[in-house]
């Protein structure tokens, strides 16, 4: 699972959840990191925040689902904004799902599991 998001505090809170699910996780801290990282760690799995200095987290969505190789890869789409145009412009850009910050554990848990493939955490 690839998180990208700028704020390192959600990097902790996320790993703490999902690494007691026995998800292996990599970490971006912006965007264009993000496009680089999954290069060399394909994932299988992309958490991606909305909001982020530089590239926002729907150009990277619409930029990682033009690459062929990465068109099938899930991403959640994570933000403090449930706005109508965040969520239509995200699923346009291709996200597959949606969590709102701030998310409980097992709303991240689920989700999660719902759109990683293979093994999956408890739900």
């Known amino acids: 699972v690839l998180l990208v998001d700028d704020d390192r505090f959600q990097h902790k809170i996320v790993a703490k959840i999902l690494e007691a699910e ?3 996780l990599v970490f971006a801290a912006s965007a264009a990191e993000a496009l680089e990282m999954m290069g060399a760690h394909r994932a299988d799995l992309v ?3 909305v909001q982020m ?5 729907i150009e990277a969505t619409r930029r990682l689902k033009a690459v062929p190789a990465f068109s099938q890869v899930p991403v959640i789409m994570i933000t403090g904004k ?3 145009t965040v969520v239509v ?13 701030p998310f ?3 709303k991240l848990i689920s989700k999660v ?10 739900a």
């Open 113 to 122: 599991a719902r759109w990683l493939p293979g093994e999956r955490p408890r």
């Open 47 to 49: 958490l991606m925040d």
């Open 53 to 57: 200095a530089g590239m926002d987290g």
């Open 22 to 24: 026995n998800c292996r």
């Open 104 to 106: 409980d554990r097992d």
């Open 82 to 84: 449930s706005e109508g």
């Open 89 to 101: 412009d995200s699923l346009k850009a291709g996200a597959a799902d949606f969590i709102v910050k």
